[in-house]
């Protein structure tokens, strides 16, 4: 089990790489992770959600993603609650400190899925949440050290130099574990170093002499990285604006989803994407604004207003710029967004942007499906997935963005106005498909040669020979058949 001393310190990238290292060393590998919070989601092939950063680190492996290699998935809706998702499915939402207290409840499930997952495998990689130093959490633990123990998994702990006082972090886990799990911890390793490495050493005999653990390796910071879809919001704090003949402005809203729908974007040299924070406003020399996904799309609205962004969207609009919106992006560009059984929050009903003739009411049925078709402007085919709750219906749905494969035949998705400058639609990953982009983009007169998917195959094995490189591989395969 890969712990770490606490959030974006790299759990789930070294998880992907070695993911990929080990099968292609011939190991049948397997990623799991009993606990995620995260609302960058993936879906499986029958429907079922999990984080995204375990669908890439199945894609590392060769293999297609399963429910059970993440059976809990908490997808915040509030800064106090979440909706649960439990083997794919949704088991409900609840406040933190509600699910605090029935969390112990899900352990024989995550045991059941673990089980499934380690049939026929050599070896299962397992990824933990946070920070096992999370003392106050660990009553009834399911991410780090409960389940850990539960399993009985040896760890290796992983801290992150990149964010300053690594020595601390490693050593403190230490020091506020229990003894027994301490002793559960077979070594660590230090993640995204830049510069000399050997300039670390006096510091990694440190972390050796105060805690007893051996050092696994120093691994350098890898660019090339950044290339993987992202999970964490926080990672889009990372992501730097870059000068380019397509500005594209995308509005950081408070519940902001599935936003991995923007690399694809974020890696063409010819556009730049702007991620608008709060309190900022949106450019106004914008040739495209973004509306993306959003957990909660009544409480983004109200998110959105409180920002001003709504003005600065109708500006926008008056200039003759585009707009496009994703998902919940894609509702709030409607007249109404409906809640009549109170699925988001107190049932009612609010005003949108009514920059589409379209109306939005959401139902307690949520649809998660993989979804491929074509884009009706151009005849590219394109492919990714739906995972929304909601119908969205209106004159403007008569002029369809996409027709999905559907039974057989194909079913229209989303709508676009008479001028066609503002459009929406459900589909995610839309801007992954090489052949749509390209004509998106040609659409505003750019031309495009990046080869998205191509290039996370390249990422998954540079990190995989990047890690091999800079990580006693022999001594990790030896922990993990330790037990």
Excluded at 162 to 186: F, N, P, Q
Aim: hydrophobic letters at 45%; a negative charge; one cysteine or more.
């Amino acid at each position: 089990m890969i712990q770490g001393t606490g959030s974006n310190v790299g759990k789930s990238t070294l998880v992907a790489g070695l993911c990929r290292l080990f099968a292609r060393q011939g190991l049948a590998v397997r990623p799991f992770k009993p606990q995620n919070m995260s609302n960058n989601a993936a879906v499986t092939a029958d429907g079922g959600e999990i984080g995204r950063a375990q669908a890439v680190q199945a894609r590392a492996a060769g293999l297609l993603p399963s429910v059970h290699m993440n059976p809990v998935l908490l997808k915040p809706e509030t800064d106090t609650g979440a909706q649960v998702i439990v083997q794919g499915r949704r088991w409900g939402t609840l406040r933190a400190r509600d699910y605090g207290t029935r969390k112990a409840e899900l352990l024989p499930l995550v045991l059941d899925s673990f089980e499934r997952i380690s049939a026929g495998a050599d070896l299962v990689l397992v990824e933990g949440a946070g920070s096992p130093a999370e003392i106050n959490l660990r009553a009834g633990d399911i991410a780090n050290m409960g389940f850990a123990e539960a399993a009985d998994l040896p760890v290796v702990l992983a801290g992150d130099i990149d964010r300053g006082g690594v020595i601390a972090s490693l050593v403190g886990t230490h020091a506020v574990l229990e003894a027994g799990e301490r002793a559960r911890i077979a070594a660590f390793l230090v993640n995204k170093f830049r510069g000399d490495a050997r300039l670390f050493a006096d510091g990694a005999a440190a972390v050796v002499a105060r805690t007893g653990w051996p050092c696994l390796g120093i691994v350098p910071f890898l660019p090339a990285a950044a290339h993987l879809p992202a999970e964490d919001a926080l990672d889009l704090e990372r992501r730097p604006s870059r000068a380019g003949p397509l500005r594209v402005a995308v509005p950081v809203l408070a519940r902001i989803a599935n936003f991995d729908d923007l690399d694809p974007l974020a890696m063409e040299p010819g556009v730049d994407l702007v991620l608008v924070r709060p309190g900022q406003p949106i450019p106004g020399d914008a040739d495209v604004v973004i509306l993306p996904g959003s957990k909660s799309t009544v409480g983004d609205l109200a998110f959105l207003r409180a920002q001003g962004w709504d003005i600065d969207i109708l500006a926008h609009r008056r200039r003759g710029g585009h707009v496009l919106g994703l998902c919940g992006g894609y509702q709030m560009l409607g007249h109404t967004v409906a809640d009549p059984d109170g699925v988001e929050g107190p049932p009612g009903e609010v005003a949108g942007l009514a920059l589409l003739d379209v109306a939005t009411v959401l139902t307690g049925d949520k649809l998660t499906v993989a979804a491929r078709g074509r884009h009706l402007a151009t005849g590219e085919s394109v492919q990714g997935y739906e995972i929304h709750l909601g119908r969205t219906t209106g004159p403007d749905c008569g002029r369809p963005v996409l027709a999905l494969q559907s039974g057989g035949g194909e079913a229209p998705d989303g709508a676009s106005s008479a001028d066609g400058l503002v459009q929406g639609c459900y589909m995610h990953g839309l801007f992954g498909s090489d052949s749509f982009r390209r004509a998106w983009l040609a659409g505003f007169g750019r031309s495009s040669e990046l080869a998205y998917e191509a290039g996370i195959e390249a990422a998954l094995d540079g990190l995989a020979d990047h890690l091999a490189a800079h990580l006693d591989i022999p001594r990790l395969l030896a922990i993990a058949t330790a037990r």
